[in-house]
């Protein structure tokens, strides 16, 4: 069984309009809800074999916050190819994972990362900014991994946790 948790990056600053697209830092939402995600993460007893993230400054902030707060201490690989990546790009940096990694987050960045949630699953919800899907995928190797073996576990996102559900 593989796990992939697909991971925007958390909700970014367009303050300093000066700054490239690449270098845009996190907002002070995006500030909050990187680290309060990797608490949900973890309370949900979710950790990751290994974190792949965009480099650029909201997505490596992002994955950084996360694994803080699950306590991931081996080191992060900040990928080029997924900054601008389009869905058949991510689909092959997966598949390309050795099979000793059986829970990965990729940290990255929309369309690409809802794009590639509609390639393994029914899946038409915008991933909004540090929005978590959770996919099990039913095979041993990560070259395996297709739309016949995928299973959403869950689709969580920050603005879920912050007003309680009415009762009636």
């Not at 845009?24 to 990751?48: T, Y």
């Not at 995928?137 to 309680?164: E, G, V």
């Amino acid at each position: 069984m593989k796990k992939l948790c697909i991971i925007r990056h958390a909700k970014s600053s367009w303050d300093e309009e000066h700054l490239s697209d690449f270098d845009r830092p996190l907002s002070k939402r995006g500030k909050n809800d990187a680290p309060f995600m990797g608490k949900v993460l973890k309370e949900k007893g979710i950790h990751p074999d290994i974190i792949l993230s965009s480099p650029a400054k909201r997505a490596r902030k992002t994955a950084l916050a996360i694994a803080a707060e699950l306590g991931f201490e081996k080191a992060i690989m900040f990928e080029p190819s997924i900054y601008e990546a389009d869905a058949k790009t991510l689909l092959a940096l997966l598949t390309s994972l050795h099979k000793k990694y059986n829970t990965v987050f990729l940290v990255g960045h929309n369309p690409s990362l809802n794009d590639l949630a509609a390639h393994f699953l029914e899946f038409n919800e915008n991933i909004v900014t540090c929005g978590i899907v959770e996919i099990d995928f039913a095979c041993k190797k990560w070259s395996d991994i297709n739309p016949l073996n995928a299973r959403l576990i869950s689709f969580i996102y920050p603005k879920q946790f912050r007003h309680p559900p009415c009762s009636m």
